[in-house]
């Protein structure tokens, strides 16, 4: 009972300070910013990319605005697609998008070091996976390097193991969560 109170809490204090929405067109040099220091260089999407995906896909970034200032504090992206294995092609051409896909092939979790250990990225997270449940969706697919394999699975998340996925010379893991039969509950997003 205290537990849920003080998630309700949090979650309402994050409702109040950030407003949740898709990208817009002119936030694409933020994004494309954030990506830069939230990975190193060999793992973060290219500027070309980024801005690619924003034109094309802006609905399927959800972007966490302090409201205050109206800076992105962070976001995460996506690609729809009926593939259910992640490829590394995903990151780099766009024109896999698929508007009805059943799944979708998460492509980056930004939050900027200042707005972190405040539980956000839980918050991005669970609001992505109910506004894509809500679209029909059937899965979301990522992959992660091994240090944050069980923050994901905190957040639902099933390792798969190893990905075939290469990117940046590193060795992933893929992720799965199946939306369309989950109930998604804040109990899934408890990070520990």
Not at 30 to 54: G, T, Y
Not at 125 to 148: A, F, H, S
Not at 166 to 190: A, F
Request: hydrophobic content about 40%; some cysteine; charged content about 30%.
């Amino acid at each position: 009972m205290v537990n849920d109170m003080v998630k309700k809490t949090r979650e309402h204090a994050l409702e109040e300070k950030y407003e949740f929405r898709s990208i817009r067109p002119e936030e694409a040099d933020q994004a494309v910013h954030i990506e830069q220091i939230c990975f190193p260089p060999n793992e973060a999407c290219s500027e070309k990319s980024m801005k690619e995906r924003i034109a094309k896909v802006p609905e399927l970034f959800l972007v966490a605005v302090e409201k205050e200032t109206g800076k992105l504090a962070g976001f995460l992206n996506g690609l729809a697609t009926d593939e259910y294995a992640f490829r590394d092609e995903f990151f780099t051409d766009v024109n896999l998008y698929k508007p009805d896909g059943k799944n979708i092939m998460l492509l980056g979790l930004d939050v900027l070091p200042e707005y972190r250990k405040q539980g956000l990225a839980r918050e991005i997270v669970l609001q992505y996976i109910r506004r894509e449940q809500e679209n029909g969706r059937e899965m979301l697919i990522l992959t992660c390097l091994q240090n944050k394999v069980k923050m994901y699975e905190k957040m639902g998340f099933v390792d798969r193991g190893i990905a075939n996925s290469t990117w940046g010379g590193e060795e992933w893991h893929e992720m799965t969560l199946t939306v369309c039969t989950n109930e998604i509950s804040n109990d899934m997003l408890v990070i520990k």
